[in-house]
């Protein structure tokens, strides 16, 4: 979906400036102090946000575009969603942008009045969400994961070019959620380590067990929730830093060992640190609903053999 607006160039390129820019946050985090097999030990590092520069003309070309819809001129090619207004709250939405830092509310609010301009059927849907030491720009109230009307929004919002520039290149479902209470979450749960080190972006760790049903109906979510955090338990009671996570969209539970700051890999080698070979060495392989999986050198001959499929490193999830 191409928008032709007809719109002079400078108001253009401020709205291409403002939401292509606004939703990508620098890290800034500096390297921090950590290791062992025990956990790493963080210093808390802030991010540096610098102040945006909207142009001195943004006023002048907004109230341009402001007429034009008065009038009752309308966009040439203007989309059309199917989510609607929204009711705020808890539910499924689609996020448009993510800012995280002490301006975060500052600027998604400046991303949701550019965003609703573009978007004038979604413009009472778009909203500001709190996330975990951010906030989230969503639009559009949708069922669930599975809704229709959520995926061909996405298509169209993916579509959406100005200048043959996508505008929202990232729309995604997410579910919102209401913030838990710190209070109610267990220290053996992996979240738990976004409360120890709420400073620190960039979190990992190792990824060494999951369950899943998988269409079986074997492991339904009561059962494999049980075996995860029974798993995690007996790690921890043998001195080992293990953690469970229930993931509701990918309808699996997992266990993972270890924390690890942005040096978990080497961007550039590939390589792993030092701390999570050590782990490796402990927990070599990736157990499925409590079996060993075998990644074969040949999927189409069998016969060739294969290895034991390697524990994987994951970004521990925001609260």
Not at 27 to 48: H, I, K, L
Request: charged residues 25%; negative net charge; contains cysteine.
């Amino acid at each position: 979906m191409t928008i032709r607006t007809g719109l002079h160039p400078v108001f253009i390129a401020l709205v291409l400036t403002t939401l292509l820019g606004m939703g990508c946050q620098p890290d800034s985090n500096r390297p921090v102090a950590g290791g062992g097999s025990n956990g790493a030990a963080f210093e808390p590092t802030e991010d540096t946000l610098s102040d945006l520069d909207l142009g001195e003309d943004w006023a002048q070309y907004e109230q341009q575009l402001s007429s034009r819809n008065a009038t009752g001129s309308s966009t040439e090619g203007a989309p059309t969603f199917r989510g609607g207004a929204a009711s705020g709250g808890p539910g499924f939405a689609i996020v448009l942008a993510t800012f995280g830092g002490d301006a975060h509310r500052e600027q998604a609010n400046q991303f949701r009045e550019r965003a609703a301009i573009l978007l004038p059927e979604m413009a009472g849907s778009i909203r500001i969400h709190p996330s975990a030491g951010g906030s989230l720009v969503v639009c559009g109230e949708y069922a669930g994961w599975k809704d229709v009307g959520a995926k061909q929004d996405i298509k169209t919002l993916q579509e959406l070019t100005i200048n043959g520039v996508q505008v929202f290149p990232q729309a995604m479902l997410t579910e919102l959620s209401v913030p838990r209470d710190p209070n109610s979450i267990d220290e053996a749960e992996l979240v738990s380590l976004r409360l120890r080190y709420p400073d620190i972006r960039v979190l990992y760790t190792l990824e060494v067990a999951i369950w899943g049903d998988f269409e079986s109906g074997q492991w339904p979510e009561a059962t494999r929730r049980r075996a995860a955090e029974r798993y995690a338990r007996t790690l921890r009671q043998r001195g080992v830093p293990a953690f469970y996570h229930h993931d509701p969209v990918r309808e699996m539970s997992m266990v993972t060992v270890g924390v690890f700051d942005h040096r978990a890999i080497d961007g550039q080698t590939g390589l792993r640190s030092p701390q999570v070979e050590r782990f490796l060495m402990d927990f070599p392989e990736r157990m499925v609903n409590g079996e060993q999986i075998i990644d074969l050198y040949d999927p189409s001959d069998p016969s060739k053999g294969g290895r034991p499929q390697e524990p994987r490193i994951v970004e521990v999830p925001t609260l």
